[in-house]
C-alpha cells in the first residue's frame, strides 16, 4: 500500500500564493507519476498537473504559467506552488499515486479557498 499525506491549504486573497506539499510513503515504485487534481463543489475532479519520477510535468492549460509542481530532494515528497491564485481556484486539492503494477492511491485532500 501507499499513503499520500497533503498538506499546505488555506485561505488566501486573489493574487496571493499557497505551496501545498504531498508526503508519501509504503510500497513505492521507484518509476511512478504523481498528479494533483482538485474538485470545487458540484463539479468533477480535474486534473491540475503532474511529475513523473524522472521530473517530467504536465499542466492543466488553466494553471500553466502560475503552478508549479516539484519533487523534493528526498522524492517522498511532491510540492505544488500556486501563485497568483485566482477564486476559480478554490477547491479541495488531492495528490494521487500511479505506477505501473500498482493500484492508484489518493490522499484526503487539502482545502484551498482564494476570496476575492
Known amino acids: 500500500q501507499v499513503q499520500l499525506v497533503e498538506s499546505g491549504g488555506g485561505l488566501v486573497q486573489a493574487g496571493g500564493s499557497l505551496r501545498l506539499s504531498c508526503a508519501f510513503s509504503g510500497r513505492i515504485f521507484s518509476r511512478n507519476v504523481i498528479g494533483w487534481y482538485r474538485q470545487a463543489p458540484g463539479k468533477q475532479r480535474e486534473l491540475v498537473a503532474t511529475i513523473s519520477s524522472s521530473g517530467s510535468t504536465n499542466y492543466v492549460d488553466a494553471v500553466k504559467g502560475r503552478f508549479t509542481i516539484s519533487r523534493g530532494n528526498a522524492q517522498n515528497t511532491v510540492y505544488l506552488q500556486m501563485n497568483s491564485l485566482k477564486p476559480e481556484d478554490t477547491a479541495m486539492y488531492y495528490c494521487?499515486?500511479?505506477?505501473?503494477?500498482?493500484?492508484?492511491?489518493w490522499g484526503q485532500g487539502t482545502q484551498v479557498t482564494v476570496s476575492s
Open positions: 494521487n499515486y500511479n505506477a505501473v503494477g500498482s493500484l492508484t492511491y
